[in-house]
């Protein structure tokens, strides 16, 4: 029955929402409890049986998840870093895949080459929501999110095409190293093509069209499905064509939105990730059962052997990738080295570490087919689902939870210039509005008081920016004081409002305007 089914999803929002909150509590990072709450809940008598069908992770979830990550993602930092993202996106995925597949023919009996090959596409691509994170209340330099998010954004789509390769190995019997590698360039292509494509027709209905916040929230939700679903029908890669695509409107956005149509697409988008984010990390954790009951031929103490051996190779091979990739482009280049300076080990390590698995590794591996061409059973597909589910609890785990102690042992250093140029932003501003008053409103400022003190205002802003670029003015002590006051004096306003409300004294769409101007307030001064 429907209901049923709507009752689980409903259940499951709720339940995430709750252990969303418990993880702020223990401030642990939320894809970690989300799985293993996920995995205690699976194993509680009488709890529903909650199958992820990879049909569904790979339509509904994941383009907007990637969507959003493009979006968020800086394309000026993307193309800077594109040499280490890239080397890690492709480089050590293919790298990955391949030490994985050796291994696991040697490990595991009767496991061919080709069921290595698939394993190892499957769980090369490490996922940085559960980095981001564990890194978002933590000091970490920029430049190591940058990278894990870049690599992010890419790598997922290298291990699928990976993951094809093997499949078709598998079904076929043959594999062409050289028509392969002419499918590989055709499917990245023509994928981020077809998304470029539809970002333009896009950004031209944003632009040139009379659209409403309503109408503009909406495009943005519906446009990664369209550059997922039409690249995918065409067999090309859905993956980079969400990527290519969201990087292309998100450069362009500042031209394409108002300010209520961004205040309303960047809410909605905040809730929609994290309702989706946190349902796919509950459902993995809900997943287990069914997959140690589907084993065949193996003792479940087999299988953790193998396990535990393939997550712990798929953390120190991308440690052995890390330290290579970062320093050998430097001893070939001198002029990486004038350009970037010197590189430390420490940053080199945390990206090293920074390997968990997720979503799209577990959905790719419920993805496999349940019978070959022929009609026999799949060969392991049940001890490689298995073994995908323990590299991600055990990535999650060991990796999430230690990551801050490993910050806070290897004491990186964050030498970051935000503040400097937050005060460059001022001053430029500032300095732009004082221009303008100065040539459209000098008549006005000489002759009306207000206008004068707006001019005044500016040049205060400009004044205290300048100074404290130079080092003469240094952010006053009573400036949390100050911060406080404002707070408490727009509570006072918001404590009038609910009086009006309360006596019907004015409309309710007039108070609900003056709430939203606090609310806007409110959140300005806090940022301040």
């Given amino acids: 029955m429907i209901q049923d089914h709507l009752l689980v999803v409903l259940a499951l929002l709720f339940t995430t929402s709750m252990l969303a909150l418990l993880s702020n509590k223990l401030n642990v990072s939320y894809p970690i ?9 699976s194993f509680i008598p009488g709890v529903p049986v909650v199958k992820m069908d990879p049909n569904i992770i790979f339509a509904v979830f994941l383009p907007p998840l990637l969507y959003s990550a493009a979006w968020n993602t800086s394309w000026a930092e993307f193309w800077r870093l594109r040499r280490p993202i890239g080397l890690l996106a492709f480089g050590l995925v293919i790298f990955t895949a391949t030490a994985i597949a050796f291994f696991a023919r040697w490990l595991i009996p009767d496991c061919s080459l080709a069921l290595g090959f698939l394993l190892g596409g499957i769980i090369s691509p490490p996922d940085a929501v559960a980095a981001a994170s564990v890194f978002k209340d933590l000091k970490v330099p920029s430049r190591i999110v940058a990278i894990l998010e870049g690599e992010s954004l890419v790598n997922d789509a290298s291990s699928l095409i990976v993951f094809r390769f093997a499949l078709v190995a598998i079904f076929t019997g043959q594999f062409t190293f050289w028509q392969a590698t002419g499918s590989f360039f055709s499917v990245v292509i023509m994928g981020v093509l077809i998304g470029l494509a539809i970002a333009h027709v896009v950004y031209a209905i944003h632009r040139f069209l009379p659209t409403t916040p309503s109408i503009d929230t909406a495009l943005t939700l519906i446009a990664p499905y369209l ?49 989706l984010n946190g349902v796919v990390f509950i459902m993995i954790g809900l997943q287990l059962p069914g997959i140690i009951h589907g084993i065949e031929h193996y003792s479940l103490s087999d299988c953790i052997v193998f396990a535990v051996a393939i997550s712990v190779l798929s953390i120190i091979v991308r440690l052995i990738w890390v330290f290579p990739s970062a320093y050998l482009p430097r001893l070939f280049s001198r002029r990486i080295v004038e350009k970037e300076g010197p590189l430390s080990w420490k940053p080199v390590f945390v990206i090293g570490w920074s390997g968990m698995r997720g979503v799209v590794s577990l959905a790719s591996a419920l993805a496999i087919p349940l019978t070959l061409a022929d009609g026999t059973a799949f060969p392991h597909r049940n001890l490689i689902l298995f073994i995908t589910f323990a ?42 509005v004082i221009a303008y008053l100065d040539d459209n409103c000098s008549h006005e400022i000489e002759a009306k008081p207000l206008f004068r003190r707006v001019k005044e205002k500016y040049e205060r802003m400009a004044e205290i920016a300048e100074k404290q670029l130079n080092g003469e003015e240094q952010t006053p002590a009573f400036i949390h004081d100050y911060r406080q006051m404002l707070l408490e004096i727009i509570e006072v306003r918001r404590g009038e409002l609910k009086k009006m409300h309360r006596n019907k004294e004015f409309a309710d ?20």
Wanted: charged share 20%; hydrophobic share 50%; proline share 1%.
């Fill in 227 to 275: 550059m997922y679903l039409l690249a995918e029908h065409f067999h090309f890669s859905g993956v980079l064509a969400v990527v290519s695509g969201g990087l292309f409107l998100s450069f362009r956005s500042s031209d394409i939105f108002s300010y209520d149509s961004r205040l309303q697409t960047i809410t909605v988008w905040n809730v929609a990730i994290f309702l």
């Fill in 391 to 432: 590299v991600i609890l055990f990535t999650l785990v060991l990796q999430g939870l230690s990551l801050p102690l490993l910050l806070r042992v290897l004491k990186l250093e964050v030498i970051e210039n935000d503040a400097s140029q937050e005060q460059q932003i001022r001053h430029r501003l500032a300095t732009a």
């Fill in 509 to 528: 769409h007039l108070i609900r305007a003056r709430e939203r101007e606090l609310d806007l307030e409110e959140a300005r001064t806090r940022k301040n």
């Fill in 33 to 41: 409890l989300l799985v293993l709450a996920g995995l205690v809940i």
